[in-house]
Nanobody, 126 residues
Framework: EVQLVESGGGLVQAGGSLRLSCAAS????????IGWFRQAPGKEREGVSC????????YYADSVRGRFTISSDKAKNMVYLQMNSLKPEDTAVYYC???????????????????WGKGTLVTVST
């Protein structure tokens, strides 16, 4: 059974940093892409970042490129999202997601992925 469990959310001041973690189990990392999505109140879900373990490529939304970094530790089955220079507009519930579809990041960012965690709340204050 695929399981994804996020942690690391919290309250941070604008300009600060947080690192989100996603503990993954039930599948082989090399076959999967793992992504981070977020959804703010009243807004549509947004694809934030993705790491494709089949080729090592990483992808970012324009809104976070240069501030967020996705990484993974295959030995620990963990994926991380380092978030720096946080802004109030980064406030959202952040979800970890995974699939082995082979779809492009563009499609995944818009259509979502197959497996989802329950999310962790990030609040950035002014």
């Amino acid at each position: 059974e695929v399981q994804l469990v996020e942690s690391g959310g919290g309250l941070v001041q604008a300009g600060g940093s947080l690192r989100l973690s996603c503990a993954a189990s039930g599948f082989t990392f090399d076959d999967y892409a793992i992504g981070w999505f977020r959804q703010a109140p009243g807004k549509e879900r947004e694809g934030v970042s993705c790491i494709n373990h089949s080729d090592g490529n990483t992808y970012y939304a324009d809104s976070v490129r240069g501030r967020f970094t996705i990484s993974s530790d295959k030995a620990k089955n963990m994926v991380y999202l380092q978030m720096n220079s946080l802004k109030p507009e980064d406030t959202a519930v952040y979800y970890c997601a995974a699939d082995s579809s082979g779809d492009s990041w563009y499609r995944r960012a818009h259509d979502g992925m197959h497996y989802w965690g329950k999310g962790t709340l990030v609040t950035v204050s002014t």
